[in-house]
């Protein structure tokens, strides 16, 4: 677990938006302190965040929501939540704290027909969704954004559902937070700390550079899996070509066994930045083929460096952020 210096995290905050004065004094002890938190949507990410709370020895009540049944009493079973709600409609208003750990839609579609209930309650609200732009517009101007923190916890694996929950999947991990200009210092504060609380560093970004920084580093890289996949599943001779594939395969094709409706969703809500970089590596591409088709194994070779050394400056630690959604 990695603890922001006070002045580092003011300035921080400060480049997004001024809410230095809530964040001067980082502490766990107030998400330990609440009475109650419910975590709505108990698969990979919800269901790390339970038991990643309860490791972190928070003693209040846990309350989780799912949409699958045999999800909730298994997580009520292992003894990490102490009750269950038929729906979402009194969260806000009996919780100090409400983690959405939805998919995009879902949450866009709560936020919708909750945004008054939000606003009259007393809890503040993150989300893990790996857009933001438009988790911020979903909130708009309404005072539901006051106590709403846009989230983005960098922690994602392949494994999906509760089973695959691991309470130190945030562990070392980044988390950015992105909250909008009306959001309240004192509700940025608390997001920050129980984000630390569970072992992640936090940093500050502004919605929409988070989506184009994402689309870059996490939404292409998967779309190209796919690409490649889909492309090799409609060649006939690719079932026996696999039967010699090596590490090479094994590595680029990894992200392909992602949840596919999951990834859809992801890619709808941020499909103008991510475009942008299909375009990019497109261009890319006709480099390369115009390079392969005149036979010019020299300009290759400098074109293939330049990519090989900003491989090698990743590896370095200047540009890692892991696995993640």
Same mark, same amino acid.
């Given at each position: 677990?990695?603890?922001?210096?006070?002045?580092?995290?003011? *300035?921080?905050?400060?480049?997004?938006?001024?809410?230095?004065?809530?964040?001067? &004094?980082?502490?766990?002890?107030?998400?330990?302190?609440?009475?109650? !938190?419910?975590?709505?949507?108990?698969?990979?990410?919800?269901?790390?965040?339970?038991?990643?709370?309860?490791?972190?020895?928070?003693?209040?009540?846990?309350?989780?929501?799912?949409? /699958?049944a045999n999800t909730l009493q298994a997580a009520k079973d292992g003894g990490w939540i102490d009750e269950t709600c038929p729906d979402t409609r009194d969260l806000f208003a009996?919780? $100090?704290?409400?983690? @959405? %750990?939805?998919?995009?839609?879902?949450?866009?579609?709560?936020?919708?027909?909750?945004?008054?209930?939000?606003?009259?309650?007393?809890?503040?609200?993150?989300?893990?969704?790996?857009?933001?732009?438009?988790?911020?517009?979903? @909130?708009?101007?309404?005072?539901?954004?006051? %106590? &709403?923190?846009? %989230?983005?916890?960098?922690?994602?694996?392949?494994?999906?559902?509760?089973?695959?929950?691991?309470?130190?999947?945030?562990? $070392?991990?980044?988390?950015?937070? #992105?909250? $909008?200009?009306? #959001?309240?210092?004192?509700?940025?504060?608390?997001?920050?700390? *129980?984000? #630390?609380?569970?072992?992640?560093?936090?940093?500050?970004?502004?919605?929409?550079?988070?989506?184009?920084?994402?689309?870059?580093?996490?939404?292409?890289?998967?779309?190209?899996?796919?690409?490649?996949?889909?492309?090799?599943?409609?060649?006939?001779?690719? $079932?026996?070509?696999? /039967?010699?594939?090596?590490?090479? &395969?094994?590595? *680029?094709? +990894?992200?392909?066994?992602?949840?596919?409706?999951?990834?859809?969703?992801?890619?709808?809500?941020?499909?103008?930045?991510? !475009?942008? =970089?299909?375009?990019?590596?497109?261009?890319?591409?006709?480099? *390369?083929?115009?390079?392969?088709? +005149?036979? +010019? #194994?020299?300009?290759?070779?400098? =074109?293939?460096?330049?990519? /090989?050394? &900003?491989?090698?400056?990743?590896?370095?630690?200047?540009?890692?952020?892991?696995?993640? +959604?």
């Open positions: 677990m990695m603890l922001w210096d006070s002045h580092i995290l003011a *300035f921080a905050v400060m480049s997004v938006h001024d809410h230095t004065a809530a964040m001067t &004094f980082p502490s766990i002890d107030r998400v330990l302190q609440l009475d109650r !938190i419910a975590v709505i949507g108990l698969g990979l990410i919800g269901g790390s965040v339970v038991q990643a709370l309860r490791g972190a020895g928070y003693k209040g009540r846990i309350l989780g929501y799912d949409v /699958r009996n919780h $100090g704290l409400v983690v @959405l %750990c939805q998919p995009v839609s879902v949450i866009l579609s709560l936020l919708s027909s909750h945004l008054d209930l939000i606003d009259q309650g007393r809890a503040v609200v993150v989300d893990v969704a790996s857009v933001k732009l438009p988790v911020l517009e979903a @909130l708009g101007g309404a005072q539901a954004s006051a %106590c &709403f923190v846009p %989230c983005h916890p960098i922690a994602g694996r392949a494994e999906a559902g509760w089973y695959a929950a691991d309470p130190q999947l945030f562990s $070392g991990r980044p988390c950015i937070m #992105t909250p $909008g200009a009306a #959001t309240d210092p004192q509700a940025v504060a608390l997001a920050h700390d *129980f984000w #630390t609380l569970l072992g992640a560093r936090v940093a500050l970004m502004a919605a929409d550079e988070h989506d184009r920084a994402y689309a870059a580093i996490s939404h292409l890289p998967q779309v190209l899996s796919y690409a490649y996949l889909h492309g090799l599943a409609g060649r006939p001779a690719a $079932g026996e070509w696999l /039967r010699y594939r090596g590490t090479g &395969f094994q590595g *680029f094709s +990894r992200l392909g066994s992602s949840d596919a409706g999951l990834w859809a969703d992801i890619a709808v809500h941020n499909a103008e930045p991510l !475009i942008e =970089e299909i375009d990019s590596v497109q261009g890319s591409l006709a480099l *390369f083929r115009d390079l392969l088709v +005149r036979r +010019r #194994t020299g300009e290759l070779t400098q =074109e293939f460096s330049t990519a /090989r050394d &900003f491989h090698a400056l990743t590896l370095s630690g200047v540009s890692e952020t892991g696995d993640h +959604r």
